[in-house]
């Protein structure tokens, strides 16, 4: 078997890790979530959030990917053999993730040339659902294929495959060190705009203007989790595969928290940005902020373009943020796909070349559902499952099995022995108790919630096919993939 690759350089992996973790989640999903559960309050549960949950399990993941030396299946068969389930879980996870969210950056791709002469016109509402996602009647009415979003995607797919292809070092690593700072600077430009507009200091006063009643609201409290984990990209397979492939001495917990600060830092900037330009759209149009924020995908593809048209030299701006959006969003692809590229790898002894080429192909042909005209009705259906049971569950059975069944602080000191700096027993105490009570909560009450009411009330059959019997089917073919023979054990023979 061949020798695991490497990164190449430290700022290589924290720059992979930071792409991974900033990713269209950042710039369309922080904002609405904030606005949604309270503006400024959102914050206190966020970094409640970010400092007992998401920081001790991204120093969770670095640390047993440095130590076990493999993508997640691999690594939970090194810690304990019958938890390999847990890493296919995973992995499959970010399958499924990989397949819409190529969607929808091939959305912005789109839109980064429409913004050129402002193709969305003057009603952007009418213009994404009918004239360019050529929306049908629902989950079940697929249509045929949008051609514009088919041709994007091919693309998207084709830039991440030729970056697997080249491996962690030449590949991975090389395609972070272009986006990662192209997509700084982008968020730059657009920040200095945002905040010089006129009316821009209600619309970023609004976000961190804190709506203290919020807080007693528990569900905020799941929000503010729930994005944390989507943020950081953790409990996806992804930071263990990453840090498996980090040389023999490297920091862990210094690493991590870089990494988590970063992504969260880019998340205020870019709510701020985006807020500056709502408060300048409300205050030119003479409406109330709340009126024409719109939730989730809208926000990118509905909102955006309006305040957009409102701009001076609106076609370059417009261009910049769904650019951004690109950057952002292929990076996280890759991270994606590499997690479920590098199960394949350990678990099958197959090549690097051949794997990349496969799964792209596969992923490719999946990813068709979501471009025909049904597509984003199913995207809606997949995403909120994968949200709800896919990250929750996985996550809060990673967090039990590793901190209760597991000796939690063989991690701790063993990322304490690499690190710049040591990290205490708050983290066990993190781990052990906090987040598995809050993502035990949360498990429960989405379950009985999705159980109680179909979702959006979208139609039971619907909702079977594309939500409950995906969730179903990761979980069943986890453990047919652990039942199979794996090219790590006839190594050891
Ligand atoms: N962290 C990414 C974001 O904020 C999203 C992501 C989800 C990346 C799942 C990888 C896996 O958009
Ligand atoms: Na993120």
Known sequence: MAKREQWGTRSGFILAAVGSAIGLGNIWRFPYMAYDNGGGAFLIPYFFALLTAGIPIIILEFGVGHKYRGSAPLTFFNIFGKWEWLGWWQALVAFVISV??????????????????????????????????QLSNGPMDLGGIVWPVFAAAIA?????????????????????????????LLLLIMLVRAVTLEGAAQGIDWLFRPDFSAIA?????????????????????????????????????????????????????????????????????????????????????????????????PEFFGFLFFLSLVFAGLSSMISISEACCSSLIDKF????????????????????????????????????????FGIVFAGLVEVILLSWFFKLDTVRQYAN????????????????????VVLGYMAVANLVGDIRKNYEGYDGSALVMFGWCVVAGIVLLSFVLQSMKSAWAQKTK
């Open 100 to 133: 819409y969210y190529v969607v929808v950056i091939s959305w912005a791709l789109n839109y980064a040339f429409l913004a050129l002469d402002l193709g969305w016109g003057t009603s952007p509402e009418r213009f994404f659902f009918d004239e360019f996602l």
């Open 156 to 184: 998207m797919w084709a830039v991440t495959w030729i970056i697997l292809f080249s491996g962690v070092k030449k590949g991975i690593e090389l395609a972070n060190k272009i986006f990662m700072p192209l997509l700084f």
């Open 217 to 313: 609201d528990y569900r905020v409290w799941t929000a503010a989790y729930g994005q944390i984990f989507f943020t950081l990209s953790v409990c996806f397979a992804i930071m263990i595969t990453y840090s498996s492939y980090l040389p023999a001495k490297s920091d862990i917990n210094n690493n991590g928290m870089m990494t988590a600060f970063i992504n969260c830092g880019f998340s205020l900037l870019a709510g701020i940005m985006v807020f500056g330009v709502l408060g300048h759209m409300a205050a030119t149009q003479d409406v109330a902020l709340h009126e024409i924020v719109t939730q989730g995908v809208g926000m990118a593809f509905v909102t955006i373009p309006e305040a957009v048209n409102l701009l001076p030299a």
């Open 349 to 388: 002894g197959w090549d690097r070349k051949p794997t990349t080429s496969l799964f792209c192909l596969v992923g490719f042909m999946l990813s068709l559902i979501f471009m025909t005209r049904g597509g984003l009705f199913i995207l809606d259906i997949t995403d909120h499952f994968i949200n709800n």
């Open 417 to 436: 022995s690499l690190s710049d700096f040591a990290i205490g027993t708050w983290w066990n105490f993190c781990l052990k108790v906090i987040t598995p």
